[in-house]
């Protein structure tokens, strides 16, 4: 309700609201009423405010071209019109064209001969009522017809209260009906599911079918019994894997039984068996059954194969004419034994396959008995070798200084000795690495080509170790042939080592892991029994430190020259670093014994050191040469020659002629803490002392070193051709000394003469 009443007769005031004029108060007034259409969509009731006096105001304000019309609820008609600017425009017609019209024929009769707005608005509720009055009047007189309307209207609500319950009714047994539906659909949609699932199934069931499928030969009696089907199947893959025979013949059978496991055992296994079926009663059953035939075959198979190993062996071993005998050395063959092994190497794949475990034992009966064989071939064949090589025994007394003239025998050819350990090398080790290699393959290894460095693969440990007992023993066979050699010539320890060392360089299969190891332990072996030889080689030199008086030449100076000229020509391969360490402790050994010796009797020291480094130096000088290790020790001996050459040239020259190189000596000490000008002043250095020394020492002075030379030549008895060189350091250095001496008179006693250096030149050259 929209109510304007300006309510003169209540007491109290309302709210007011104002407006410029009455087309601001028509136009916002039309406003409210299209948006009033808008939203609830009709009209309200207007009061207190004229609508025909709006409604000719509208009229009058709204353009020809935007008129809307239509019909309005409970009253006149009021055009909504807008504002935009200063123009007037109709939002849209509240009342249509034809209403439009017999309101204005209405108006224009009652609107003419009236003034105002007002009285003709009282008129027209006069008029209404008037109406209303003769509605009602007509309604009271229309009472029967009413009565009738209403008893057929409450008919009517009985039926349709009637139908309402009937449409109930109907309603719950459609629902009803509607959940009867879905729960059939449901049960439906199962059932067709179920049936997918059925089929899938089947056909799953089928494919496991024809997986467990067997061929007849190895179904149980019982089956065939149970279908009615007599048992007269001849042999076939069950009785074959339960109790066939291994002969060479059969192996074909046995080789297809197997195969036909394997398939078998593998079909019901992931991936070829799906994991959802794995634990059916079916699948279990058949794989126990199919266990149990594996384990009965590969039980026989083993024994089989162990037995079979054995026998190869002690055939072979019992017929002496597979090893070395008296004045034959026999090189060892078995072909024939490994091609009778291949004959069951595809049955060994199979077992592997079956069941790896079984593996094991068999490897170790393998080895077991083929180490008999091997051991025993190389125990034959190293007993003959030793026997028919024909070398005589060197001693070992090589720098022993009490063995004489006795030497010579030393030059021996002993070169057979290294020739039969290099022969042994040259049958063994090849027939080793193939034993190793053919093992490896026939007992199923799987050893990668190539491992990296600092791993290890299980199979290839594994190989190792069953190689180990394969092999082990055999090197006693090798070890005693190297003590013979070292007994007959410890120097043949270098070939015999360089030999070793080229087998080494050349075994790279990961199959000969025992062969290298065997290898190396031969290396360490020779290098034992060479450093034993340079060990007792070490002592007998130092057994020259106990003679009392040692003088001249010691024996093992030139000694040694000869032991390195041998060890020089027994050089093979990489030897070179074992007979290295052997010079570098025999020189060292030499040089400190020498040192003591000389430490045991002062005087003689110089003589006895300078004597034998010259020695040293010529005997060694070709070998120096060539020789690094020889040429550090030349050079050694060299520093040493000529420092024992200078101690001993001067206890010469001091022999001879000491009054006059003290007083020397006693001036230049005594320059060092007072002036040159005071030093003729000092006790026993006036210039009468230094005539007296000049005097002493210097008269006779040919005759002096004369002297000097014998006593030179007295002490070199055992040395005459250091002799020579010695008397030329000799007279050198006392020519230095005297030079010194002449340079301190001038400086000191200015005015004193001595014999001039030149003249004492010319006396040292002349003799």
Request: with cysteine; glycine share 4%; charged share 25%.
């Amino acid at each position: 309700m929209l109510g304007f009443d300006n309510l003169r007769n209540q007491s109290v005031a309302p709210s007011q609201w104002t407006m410029r004029n009455v087309d601001d108060r028509n136009r916002l007034l039309l406003c409210i009423l299209n948006i009033c259409k808008d939203v609830l969509g009709r009209l309200p009731k207007v009061v207190g405010i004229d609508v025909v006096e709006m409604a000719l105001w509208a009229k009058e304000n709204t353009p020809a071209i935007s008129k809307q019309q239509s019909v309005v609820q409970d009253g006149p008609i009021v055009a909504a019109v807008a504002e935009t600017d200063t123009k007037v425009t109709v939002e849209r017609e509240l009342v249509s064209q034809v209403e439009e019209e017999d309101m204005e024929a209405l108006l224009g009769t009652y609107v003419m001969g009236i003034g105002e707005a007002e009285a003709f608005s009282e008129r027209l509720k006069r008029e209404l009522q008037a109406l209303e009055a003769a509605n009602v009047h007509s309604i009271l007189e229309n009472e029967p017809l009413i009565n009738e309307v209403l008893q057929g209207l409450e008919s009517a609500t009985s039926c349709v209260e009637d139908m309402d319950e009937w449409l109930g009714i109907f309603n719950l047994k459609l629902r009803h009906m509607r959940e009867d539906i879905e729960s059939i659909e449901t049960r439906n949609n199962k059932l067709e599911m179920q049936s997918v699932n059925n089929k899938s199934l089947i056909e799953e069931l089928d494919k496991l079918l024809e997986k467990l499928r067997i061929p007849s030969e190895v179904l149980p009696h019982s089956f065939f019994q149970f279908v009615n089907v007599p048992f007269a199947i001849e042999l076939g893959y069950a009785a074959c894997l339960t109790g066939g025979s291994f002969d060479e013949a059969r192996m074909l059978q046995n080789i297809e039984a197997c195969e036909w496991l394997a398939n078998a055992l593998r079909n019901l296994e992931g991936p070829h068996l799906d994991h959802t079926y794995a634990n059916m009663r079916s699948v279990r059953e058949k794989r126990a059954e199919l266990d149990k035939l594996r384990n009965n075959f590969v039980k026989r198979a083993s024994e089989f194969l162990r037995n079979y190993f054995t026998s190869l062996v002690d055939f072979m071993i019992s017929d002496k004419s597979y090893f070395s005998q008296r004045g034959q050395l026999k090189r060892p063959d078995h072909a024939d034994l490994r091609y009778k092994c291949r004959t069951y190497a595809r049955l060994l794949q199979h077992l592997k396959t079956l069941d790896k475990n079984f593996l094991g034992p068999l490897r170790k009966a393998y080895c077991s008995s083929l180490n008999l064989l091997l051991r025993r071939e190389a125990r034959e064949f190293a007993n003959e070798l030793r026997a028919s090589t024909k070398a005589s025994r060197n001693p070992t007394v090589w720098l022993d200084g009490s063995a004489g003239s006795n030497q010579n025998a030393s030059s021996a050819d002993t070169s057979t000795v290294s020739e039969a350990y290099a022969k042994m090398l040259t049958i063994f080790i090849p027939l080793l690495v193939d034993e190793s290699s053919f093992f490896a393959h026939f007992m199923c290894f799987e050893v990668p080509a190539l491992v990296p460095p600092g791993k290890k693969s299980a199979d290839l440990q594994a190989l190792n170790e069953s190689l180990h007992d394969l092999l082990d023993g055999i090197q006693e066979d090798f070890y005693a042939v190297v003590d013979w050699a070292y007994k007959i010539d410890p120097l043949r320890c270098i070939s015999m080592h360089g030999t070793t060392e080229r087998y080494i360089s050349g075994q790279k299969a990961d199959a000969a892991g025992f062969v290298r190891i065997l290898l190396d332990d031969l290396e360490n072996r020779i290098s034992t029994q060479f450093s034993r030889f340079v060990d007792e080689a070490c002592h007998q030199i130092e057994r020259n430190e106990r003679n009392v008086r040692q003088m001249g030449l010691l024996p093992y100076i030139p000694r040694f020259a000869t032991l390195a000229t041998r060890m020089e020509q027994y050089i093979q391969g990489q030897s070179r670093d074992l007979v290295d360490r052997a010079y570098t402790k025999f020189v060292t050994v030499m040089f400190a014994t020498l040192d003591k010796i000389a430490q045991s009797d002062p005087k003689y020291a110089d003589i006895l050191l300078l004597e034998n480094y010259a020695a040293f130096q010529n005997s060694l000088y070709d070998l120096a040469n060539v020789v690094p290790t020889l040429a550090k020790f030349y050079h050694q001996a060299s520093e040493a020659y000529e420092q024992a050459c200078t101690r001993f040239i001067n206890s010469i020259i001091l022999y001879q002629f000491e009054r006059l190189f003290q007083f020397s000596r006693r001036i230049e000490d005594l320059m060092y803490t007072i002036t040159p000008e005071e030093i003729p002043f000092q006790l026993g250095l006036s210039k009468m002392d230094l005539r007296k020394v000049v005097k002493s020492s210097l008269s006779g002075v040919d005759k002096s070193i004369a002297a000097m030379y014998k006593r030179l030549q007295k002490n070199l008895t055992t040395s005459e051709e250091l002799l020579p060189s010695l008397w030329d350091k000799c007279k050198k250095e006392f020519l230095d000394k005297y030079d010194s001496f002449a340079q301190l008179v001038v400086k000191i006693y200015p005015t004193e003469s001595i014999p001039p250096v030149s003249e004492m030149r010319d006396l040292l050259a002349s003799m």
